[in-house]
């Protein structure tokens, strides 16, 4: 379903990288621009954000929030609680979607004083419409509230319901974060070509294509990765060479507990700022 003017009026609280993203998104698919306002300090940001949609950016929160039927929290989790604060006695009538990691929705209930609470844990690739949001909603959301969130998380790429609020961190540690995982690999893999004697651009293709396509190969097969990785390593070849290289060296066991690294520091952002 495509967002359109029987979307309720949206308003942002925080309009950096994810609002810009979701918000993108929103537009590309049809939403009008009139139905969102923008909460958000930074001049430039605001220009940006002006200049790029054509949506309404005020400096700080005010009356104009009241008109909207979602809020959406797009924070850091360092200043959620004083952005909740400033912008609590205008989103009453609202159901809040927050994007904020670690923060639980226990300490965003009692900061807005309602129970009609979605967390989302989306990530960057929403800019291009390939993102993936892990999504928990409090038993007081209604279908129908849900329903509306996914039609807008939706215009920005896939989503996945979780059970317990806690699976969001480590939604957070695999896919929230992952775009920099994979960012990091594509960096590693453009030095090896480069060090190998190719010239960067191409070293950098042949990286992004390589993820892209076995990706998209992994998506559509219905064989695990395992198989997958199998057909690539030959006995006795050059696969099987990197692969024994990274197995001596426990690259994957230090990748998993980077991940789990990744989820602590989400357990620790609801401790140090949720209270
Ligand atoms: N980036 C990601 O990959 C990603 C993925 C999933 C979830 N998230 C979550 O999304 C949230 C936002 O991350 P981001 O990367 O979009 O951060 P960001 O680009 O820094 O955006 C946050 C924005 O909120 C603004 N802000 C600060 N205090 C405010 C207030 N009191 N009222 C309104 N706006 C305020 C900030 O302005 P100033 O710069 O002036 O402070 C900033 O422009 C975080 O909680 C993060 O955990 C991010």
Same mark, same amino acid.
Not at 23 to 43: F, T
Not at 216 to 240: I, N, Y
């Given at each position: 379903?495509?967002?359109?003017?029987?979307?309720?009026?949206?308003?942002?609280?925080?309009?950096?990288?994810?609002?810009?993203? @979701?918000?993108?998104?929103?537009?590309?698919?049809?939403?009008?621009?009139?139905?969102?306002?923008?909460?958000?300090?930074?001049?430039?940001?605001?220009?940006?954000?002006?200049?790029?949609?054509? @949506?309404?950016?005020?400096?700080?929160?005010?009356?104009?929030?009241?008109?909207?039927?979602?809020?959406?929290?797009?924070? =850091?989790?360092?200043?959620?609680?004083?952005?909740?604060?400033?912008?609590?006695?205008?989103?009453?009538?609202?159901?809040?979607?927050?994007? !904020?990691?670690?923060?639980?929705?226990?300490?965003? !209930?009692?900061?807005? !004083?309602?129970?009609?609470?979605?967390?989302?844990?989306?990530?960057?690739?929403?800019?291009?419409? =390939?993102?993936?949001?892990?999504?928990?909603?409090?038993?007081?959301?209604?279908?129908?509230?849900?329903?509306? @969130?996914?039609?807008?998380?939706?215009?920005?790429?896939? $989503?996945?319901?979780? =059970?317990?609020?806690?699976?969001?961190?480590?939604?957070?540690?695999?896919?929230?974060?992952?775009?920099?995982?994979?960012?990091? $690999?594509?960096?590693?893999?453009?030095?090896?070509?480069?060090?190998?004697?190719?010239?960067?651009?191409?070293?950098?293709?042949? !990286?992004?294509?390589?993820?892209?396509?076995?990706?998209?190969?992994?998506?559509?097969?219905?064989?695990?990765?395992?198989?997958?990785?199998?057909?690539?390593?030959?006995?006795?070849?050059?696969?099987?060479?990197? @692969?024994?290289?990274?197995?001596?060296?426990?690259?994957?066991?230090?990748?998993?507990?980077?991940?789990?690294?990744?989820?602590?520091?989400?357990?620790?952002?609801?401790?140090?700022?949720?209270?």
């Amino acid at each position: 379903m495509t967002p359109s003017s029987s979307f309720p009026t949206m308003a942002f609280i925080g309009g950096g990288n994810m609002a810009s993203a @979701i918000i993108g998104g929103l537009i590309a698919k049809g939403m009008p621009a009139s139905q969102i306002l923008v909460v958000e300090p930074w001049e430039e940001a605001r220009a940006s954000l002006r200049k790029n949609f054509g @949506i309404v950016a005020l400096p700080e929160a005010s009356a104009a929030l009241a008109s909207a039927g979602l809020a959406v929290w797009a924070v =850091k989790p360092q200043t959620f609680k004083d952005a909740a604060a400033a912008s609590a006695e205008f989103t009453r009538h609202a159901v809040h979607l927050s994007i !904020a990691a670690g923060i639980t929705s226990d300490s965003i !209930a009692a900061w807005l !004083a309602t129970d009609r609470i979605v967390r989302a844990m989306p990530n960057t690739p929403a800019l291009v419409g =390939k993102g993936i949001t892990g999504l928990f909603a409090r038993a007081a959301v209604t279908t129908n509230e849900k329903l509306l @969130i996914e039609q807008v998380i939706s215009t920005t790429g896939q $989503f996945v319901w979780v =059970k317990d609020e806690s699976n969001l961190d480590a939604v957070t540690a695999i896919s929230g974060s992952g775009p920099a995982y994979v960012f990091l $690999f594509l960096e590693a893999m453009t030095q090896a070509g480069k060090d190998m004697g190719l010239p960067p651009e191409q070293a950098y293709q042949l !990286a992004v294509a390589t993820f892209q396509g076995g990706s998209e190969l992994a998506a559509r097969s219905s064989e695990s990765p395992d198989v997958l990785r199998q057909r690539v390593t030959s006995k006795g070849g050059t696969t099987h060479a990197a @692969i024994v290289h990274m197995q001596e060296h426990k690259v994957l066991e230090h990748f998993i507990d980077a991940m789990r690294a990744a989820e602590k520091r989400a357990q620790e952002l609801a401790v140090e700022f949720g209270k």
